[in-house]
């Protein structure tokens, strides 16, 4: 079925090709799967609420502590 459009093209070359968006969609969940499977196999290391609180504190005072300095070093 050719039809055609305002301009003379024929539609059916501008139907796009929807088989690679369904392999990228396809491998996306595939690797959303495994990266799901690797993280609930460490088990609570990375989801203890306790340590992610602690490396965030961590990191804040870190963060002011070379905000200080630089402020120091004017």
């Given at each position: ?32 799967h ?29 963060a ?7 402020l120091?070093?004017?």
């Amino acid at each position: 079925m050719y039809w055609q459009q305002g301009t003379g093209l024929s539609l059916w070359r501008n139907v796009m090709n929807t088989l690679p968006l369904i392999r990228s969609q396809l491998q996306r969940a595939k690797r959303l799967h495994k990266a799901q499977l690797l993280s609930t196999s460490h088990g609570s290391k990375y989801h203890d609420q306790s340590v992610l609180n602690a490396n965030s504190a961590a990191r804040k005072e870190k963060a002011k502590r070379l905000h200080y300095v630089q402020l120091m070093a004017l």
